[in-house]
């Protein structure tokens, strides 16, 4: 076994490992305070709901550990038996080496390589949501909702690939710097059109309905000088019963998502704060923010590609051959680079999860202030959490390493102090 592989099995142990004890560790911190509700919840949790997110989160984390070591399964298997470079050269021969070629043969080997995961998105879905009372949606849905996002992956992922390999055989050895700039311009337009274009085809977005709800919540946006007509109400209640809000785009293309499951379960001024608080990522400029992180990361990405397209020996520990005369061999680097970059990146979450978490801090208090107290918040919160029986006592190492957004306890504690 050469060096390589050894290397991507140590890389694999570590990340399954390190993820396997976070779980173990978060689910045992939890199922310990099992017994009664801790002091700071028993204001708006009773002891058999507490339970049922307990055991919400048990169930989460079961599923979660064996798909994970099913997947490190499937990818072990993949890369170290030749399946990868198999189903290569079986498409390749297909389609051949040419720019569009190569882009279908690397759509379709990312295809393939889905399937082995799908019984688990399904399981996901039908047993484990199911189970909590979550799951809305149907198998027709759900079985219409994989088409669609595979033409809609296909709409999308064919040009841009077949951009990226055109790039490769005829922008020189820099092309990797205007793969970054194509790649990031993508994920710009992608900001706006994903809210615009891609959700409504998935889902129904509609204006707010006429009444006092809209009265207020428009009423909050102007004294907030956000403009209004961007705040939309989306169908979430056709899949799941979880609720959410959320931010997206830039500019005149910014759009306040909230689900119709939020604003069944929460009061007026809850809303009122929940949107403050997304209209707080607006103000604050939390969308650039992340967006100039992600052009961090994807440039560090692109120069690591740039290195391994020259890199014969890379391809070959998994054992792909080296292109021959004419034929372009960047889409071997990049399957393996798709399979293993999650083995790199994992480990920054943490630093992600982090910038996340202190743009939620700052938003909670932007609402704080607009609301101008911290209860109408504090109170959609614990909505918030009860409803979707979230984790209320996370792991403190679980919940730094993987949490977006801070705990309950977190956010409450630091809304209370004054700014
Ligand atoms: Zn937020």
């Known amino acids: 076994m050469n060096t390589v592989l050894v290397v991507f099995v140590i890389l694999l142990v570590l990340k399954l490992g390190t993820g396997i004890v976070l779980d173990l560790l978060n689910v045992r911190y939890a199922q310990a305070r099992a017994g009664e509700v801790p002091e700071s919840f028993r204001d708006f949790i009773d002891l058999p709901t507490y339970q049922k997110s307990i055991e919400y989160t048990a169930a989460k984390t079961r599923f979660g550990i064996v798909s994970d070591l099913y997947d490190a399964a499937v990818l072990a298997l993949v890369l170290l038996l030749g399946i990868l470079p198999w189903f290569y050269e079986l498409f390749s021969a297909w389609f051949g080496y ?30 484990l949501e199911e189970r909590f009372g979550f799951n809305k949606s149907t198998k027709k849905l759900w079985i219409i909702d994989k088409i669609k996002g595979t033409i809609l992956g296909f709409a999308i ?48 977005l509609e204006p707010m309905e006429e009444g006092d709800l809209k009265t207020r919540l428009f009423a909050l946006a102007d004294r907030t000088g956000f403009k209004a007509q961007t705040i939309l109400v989306l169908d979430g209640s056709k899949r799941s019963g979880h609720s959410n809000a959320f931010f ?38 939390h969308i650039p923010k992340m967006m100039a992180m992600a052009a961090l990361t994807s440039f560090g990405m692109f120069a690591v590609l ?16 080296a292109a021959q005369e004419g034929q372009i061999g960047i889409v071997p680097v990049l399957l393996l680079f798709m399979l293993l970059s999650g083995l790199v990146t994992f480990w920054l ?32 919160l614990r909505k918030l959490h009860k409803e979707n029986l979230s984790n209320l006592t996370p792991h403190p190492i679980y919940s730094s390493f993987h949490y977006s957004h801070p705990t309950l306890v977190e956010r409450e504690s630091s809304l209370r102090v004054q700014s």
């Open 306 to 321: 740039g290195w391994l397209a020259n890199a014969d020996w890379f391809v070959q520990a998994f054992h792909f051959s």
């Open 349 to 380: 979450s943490p630093l992600s999860s982090r910038l996340s978490r202190k743009h939620e801090y700052e938003a909670d208090a932007f609402a704080r202030d607009a609301m101008g107290s911290y209860a109408p918040l504090s109170q959609a």
């Open 157 to 204: 992922g064919y040009p841009l690939l077949a951009l990226l390999i055109y790039l490769v055989s005829s922008a020189g050895a820099l092309w990797w710097v205007w793969g970054f700039a194509v790649f990031f311009l993508f994920q710009l337009v992608m900001v706006v059109a994903y809210p615009m274009f891609i959700m409504p085809l998935f889902n129904k």
């Open 248 to 285: 997206s785009g830039f500019g005149r293309f910014r759009r306040i998502v909230l689900y119709d499951t939020l604003i069944e379960q929460m009061e007026p001024d809850e809303l009122e704060a929940v949107l403050a608080h997304e209209i707080g990522h607006y103000k604050l400029g």
């Open 98 to 127: 040419g720019i569009w070629g190569q882009a279908l043969v690397l759509f379709l080997v990312g295809l393939v390589l889905g399937i082995p995961s799908m019984p688990f998105d399904y399981w996901s879905t039908f047993h």
